[in-house]
């Protein structure tokens, strides 16, 4: 009974965690929505809205430590435990940069110039957090290297966003005027900081993987 009530544990612990990474992607679709519309005040909803994941990640850590203490975990049950230990503080912070989005969102009411694929950067990323945590919840070794694999694309995006950012300021600084160059630094500063949150989501969701690949075959080469 002993060992029944522990393998509970440790499957109600898989299923938390995985519960917590839904609610971590819908808050960021929810920051996307907000800055590919324009959406101020939704942006600013999830800038504000940070304290469920926060709650809920701070619970489930407190879990682990508990199973960590008091079961004494060893071989793959440890690996299990720890994995999820780091891939919790993984989405946490994939929370708090969806926050940081939001913000964006609520400071500028989506009216950034110039414009970049802030979309496609994003549907990139997020993809990469659904596939780490369908990996997490299928054992799935092969789909944590392509995870691994595809973050590539998602660095691509970001450095070609970021050239373009880079070469719209140069081209459109002697033409404007003070007051307006102003407000184009401004919006040059949000986009790459954008690019920058956008990019280390998807470097969350390779840590995903990587603790995943451990779990599963005690394999550390994804993990940096």
């Not at 230990?85 to 926050?99: G, S, Y």
């Not at 054992?139 to 392509?146: K, L, N, V």
Request: with cysteine; aromatic share 4%.
């Amino acid at each position: 009974m002993a060992r029944e009530q522990y393998q509970e544990d440790l499957d109600a612990l898989r299923d938390d965690v995985l519960a917590m990474g839904d609610l971590v992607l819908e808050r960021l679709d929810e920051a996307l929505t907000a800055l590919t519309t324009g959406d101020g005040p939704r942006g600013r909803e999830v800038a504000e809205g940070d304290a469920a994941v926060n709650e809920r990640y701070l619970a489930l850590e407190s879990r682990c430590i508990e199973l960590f203490g008091l079961q004494q975990p060893v071989a793959g049950d440890l690996r299990f435990v720890a994995a999820s230990f780091k891939i919790l503080t993984d989405l946490e912070r994939v929370a708090d940069l969806a926050a940081n989005l939001g913000r964006y969102a609520a400071d500028t009411d989506g009216e950034l110039t110039p414009e970049v694929a802030v979309a496609d950067i994003g549907s990139a990323a997020r993809s990469l957090v659904r596939r780490s945590l369908d990996a997490y919840a299928d054992r799935d070794a092969a789909a944590c290297r392509a995870v691994h694999a595809d973050d590539d694309e998602v660095d691509a995006l970001c450095a070609r966003a970021s050239e373009t950012v880079a070469r719209d300021l140069i081209e459109r600084e002697a033409a404007t005027d003070a007051w307006e160059l102003e407000r184009l630094l401004d919006d040059v500063s949000t986009l790459l900081l954008t690019v920058r949150d956008l990019e280390r989501i998807a470097d969350h969701a390779v840590n995903v993987a990587a603790r995943t690949l451990y779990m599963i075959e005690s394999d550390p080469e994804l993990i940096y």
